[in-house]
Nanobody, 125 residues
Framework: QVQPVESGGGSVQSGGSLRLSCAVS????????MGWIRQAPGKKREGLAS???????DYADSVKGRFTISLDNAKTTLVLHMNSLGPEDTAIYYC???????????????????WGQGTQVTVSS
């Protein structure tokens, strides 16, 4: 089964920015929902942002105004721009995808059958 593939991530100081990318071309031929989810050590998964084939985006309150989800014009790469990062943003970040969705909300991450391998984001104070 083909899975999304993340890239980007790394370490940054508090207040900095990072850009995560995810290869998703295999999921964008029809209707789709893409999302970014993170999991910090000892915490449950948190859905951060989602975007559907009508370019409607949805964000968790914890990242609204700081993170932006987008899909490139070729619909091959899902991107998460992260600004004003703080230590609380340290986590493993996953991209996820599904086709023919009935809904597409950032907190409905359990509905995604296709997940990337995850990429580490570390924010130091």
């Amino acid at each position: 089964q083909v899975q999304p593939v993340e890239s980007g991530g790394g370490s940054v100081q508090s207040g900095g920015s990072l850009r995560l990318s995810c290869a998703v071309s295999q999921f964008t031929s029809g209707k789709y929902c893409m999302g970014w989810i993170r999991q910090a050590p000892g915490k449950k998964r948190e859905g951060l942002a989602s975007i559907d084939s009508n370019d409607r985006a949805d964000y968790a309150d914890s990242v609204k105004g700081r993170f932006t989800i987008s899909l490139d014009n070729a619909k091959t790469t899902l991107v998460l721009h992260m600004n004003s990062l703080g230590p609380e943003d340290t986590a493993i970040y996953y991209c996820a995808a599904r086709t023919n969705p009935e809904f597409c909300y950032s907190n409905e991450y359990d509905a995604f059958p296709n997940w990337g391998q995850g990429t580490q984001v570390t924010v130091s104070s």
